[in-house]
């Protein structure tokens, strides 16, 4: 499974982004997904995640604001990231698990920058 990231970008604080995460393979679709996103001098923490049902797991404070989707038929997972704020800014990578649970695939990541 490859996975590509895009849709990031420079967006000021209370702006939206939608990113989207293209995946290759057909298994694709039995995969869970998720988003995950890394700031300067911080650790990598995962954002959203989504089955292959649709059930959704949003962690962390982004939840009331961010929120993560996926259509099976075009591969793809989204991420829609709402009213935007400076300590948003991180790369973003998107991520699959494989059977054992454990996040095996990993997407090249996009950069969001957020201005005040």
């Known amino acids: 499974v490859q996975l590509q990231a895009s849709g990031g970008g420079l967006v000021q604080a209370g702006g939206s982004l939608r990113l989207s995460c293209v995946a290759s393979?057909?298994?694709?679709?039995?995969?869970?997904v998720g988003w995950h996103r890394q700031a300067p001098g911080k650790q990598r923490e995962l954002v959203a995640d989504i089955t292959s049902g649709g059930r959704t797991n949003d962690a962390g404070s982004m939840k009331d604001r961010f929120a993560i989707s996926r259509d099976n038929a075009k591969n793809t997972v989204y991420l829609q990231m709402n009213s935007l704020k400076p300590e948003d800014t991180a790369v973003y990578y998107c991520?699959?698990?494989?059977?054992?649970?454990?996040?095996?695939?990993w997407g090249q990541g996009t950069q969001v920058t957020v201005s005040s």
């Open positions: 393979g057909s298994i694709f679709s039995i995969l869970t």
């Open positions: 991520a699959a698990r494989d059977w054992t649970g454990k996040w095996s695939y």
